[in-house]
């Protein structure tokens, strides 16, 4: 599936990744591995492999095929770099049209806006193409800025889900947060 969405004014596309950015993904991985350990799960040394990326790639191209999925990468405009993710995993659609957020930049591209316009995408991507009623991410309650590219683009805070996930090697506690179709509609312009 060819798909491309835009925020021109912060400079960034998303597009979801094919196998043609996994050299690229590789060593944004590898860039970001050592910031965001204290918020990442400890991968094994294979993770941080072409072969292993590769492999990842192809399972989210599958997923994004049966509508489970979606992993898209987040590209400067002007040069088409590689400089992020935002993905919606595990989507389940029929009587719970959910999906989960996940995302991360590359430190030397964070503030400016850039994660929040690129959240705010897919998550417009999840509502409209996929008529999804939630869109929900779970954050460490440490991860402030994680937390507010979430609150600026509407999130709500819902609760604290006790060892949620096993991050740093350690089961920690996550902030859940949501938006709703219905906010968006709430909030727009009458």
Same mark, same amino acid.
């Given at each position: ?9 912060h400079?960034? !596309?998303?597009?979801?990744?094919? $196998?043609?950015?996994? *050299?690229? =993904? ?10 965001? *350990? ?14 292993? *990326? ?18 898209f990468?987040?590209?400067?405009? *002007?040069?088409?770099?590689l $400089?992020?993710?935002? !993905?919606?995993?595990?989507?389940v659609?029929g009587v ?8 991360? $930049?590359?430190?030397d ?30 954050v ?23 060892? =949620? ?11 859940? =947060? ?8 709430? !909030? !727009?312009?009458?």
């Amino acid at each position: 599936m060819a798909l491309t969405l835009y925020n021109t004014a912060h400079g960034i !596309s998303l597009r979801l990744l094919n $196998i043609q950015d996994a *050299q690229a =993904y590789l060593e944004l991985i590898h860039l970001t591995r050592l910031p965001y *350990q204290s918020v990442e799960p400890v991968r094994e040394d294979d993770f941080y492999t072409l072969e292993t *990326q590769i492999r990842r790639i192809k399972d989210r191209v599958q997923a994004a095929d049966e509508g489970t999925g979606y992993q898209f990468g987040i590209f400067t405009i *002007q040069d088409d770099l590689l $400089i992020g993710q935002v !993905s919606l995993n595990n989507v389940v659609l029929g009587v719970a049209n959910y999906a989960d957020l996940g995302y991360f $930049i590359h430190p030397d591209y964070q503030g400016g806006g850039r994660m929040t316009a690129a959240v705010k995408l897919a998550v417009a991507y999840g509502f409209r193409a996929l008529k999804l009623n939630r869109v929900q991410a779970a954050v460490l309650p440490s991860n402030h800025g994680s937390e507010r590219v979430l609150e600026k683009n509407g999130f709500q805070r819902e609760g604290m889900a006790r060892k =949620y996930l096993k991050i740093n090697g350690v089961y920690q506690d996550h902030q859940i =947060y949501a938006l709703l179709a219905e906010d968006l509609e709430d !909030s !727009s312009p009458h």
